[in-house]
């Protein structure tokens, strides 16, 4: 299964998400990574880096996250993890791809339709 992070400033953020995500698709593995480790808001490349690894498979990892430094910082994890080529940033609104990659991923889709859906969370219109 795609395992997925979410990446933002904010601990209650990535935490909001994930637990939104699990509402829909209970069995998906997901990772919060927000805030610092002591709790302030920012983006923690050692945080992420741990996400990351907890939801690692063959399958691969998408990390969305909100803005800014969590792209930074998520490439730097990235590149702390060896075997790191199904580790991708998406770029997709933290909410709504979180909850579709979650629901798609525990289909069995693979990561690049996993992805695919990610992205079109993009133009997902509320009413």
Partial sequence: ????????HSQKI????KELAHQMA????IAAAGGMHNGEIGT???KITEAIQSVLSDDGVVI???????IMSSEMAIE????NKKIIIVDSPIIEGTIFGAVEST???PL???????????NYKKF
Wanted: aromatic letters at 0%; a negative charge; charged letters at 25%.
């Fill in 112 to 122: 690049e339709k996993v992805i695919e859906v990610l992205k079109a969370a993009k």
């Fill in 64 to 70: 969305v996250v909100d803005l800014g430094s969590a």
């Fill in 44 to 46: 923690d490349v050692a």
């Fill in 1 to 8: 299964m795609v395992g997925i992070v979410v990446v933002s």
């Fill in 14 to 17: 990535a935490e909001g998400a």
């Fill in 26 to 29: 209970p069995d998906a593995q």
């Fill in 107 to 109: 289909i069995g889709s």
């Fill in 80 to 83: 702390m993890i060896p075997d």
